[in-house]
């Protein structure tokens, strides 16, 4: 029913940057928290950012803290993460998530358990 399509992933530098993009479609109205995961080879899901739909407040893991931004442009019902000051540690695949529960539910146990909708993953890769 949500569609969510990650893009801009790519091969960077440690210390560089990148943003990646979230384009959501189908029943969009439904969601209400959009989030960012990542996983690493042979590591779990882990979460790195969320935000509310509608009010933009946002809450991050300490690991990204500082270095990463998540924002979303409602119009365009696409979310984004700006990532800089990138670290070899950051490598891994970014995956888009969308929750029909409200942020304020989840917050702070942002698990992937709570998120319904996923996409199919953007490869980031950071070199030393």
């Known amino acids: 029913q949500v569609q969510l399509v990650e893009s801009g992933g790519g091969l960077v530098q440690a210390g560089g940057s990148l943003r990646l993009s979230c384009a959501a479609s189908?029943?969009?109205?439904?969601?209400?928290?959009m989030a960012w995961f990542r996983q690493a080879p042979g590591k779990k899901r882990e979460f790195a950012a969320a935000i509310s739909w509608i009010l933009g407040i946002t809450y991050y893991a300490d690991s990204v803290k500082g270095r990463f931004t998540i924002s979303r442009d409602n119009a365009k019902n696409t979310a984004y993460l700006q990532m800089n000051n990138l670290q070899p540690e950051d490598t891994a695949v970014y995956y888009c998530?969308?929750?029909?529960?409200?942020?304020?539910?989840?917050?702070?146990?942002?698990?992937?358990?709570?998120?319904?909708?996923w996409g199919q993953g953007t490869q980031v890769t950071v070199s030393a």
């Open positions: 189908g029943r969009t109205d439904s969601t209400n928290t």
């Open positions: 998530a969308a929750s029909s529960r409200p942020f304020y539910s989840i917050v702070p146990n942002f698990g992937p358990a709570e998120f319904g909708f």
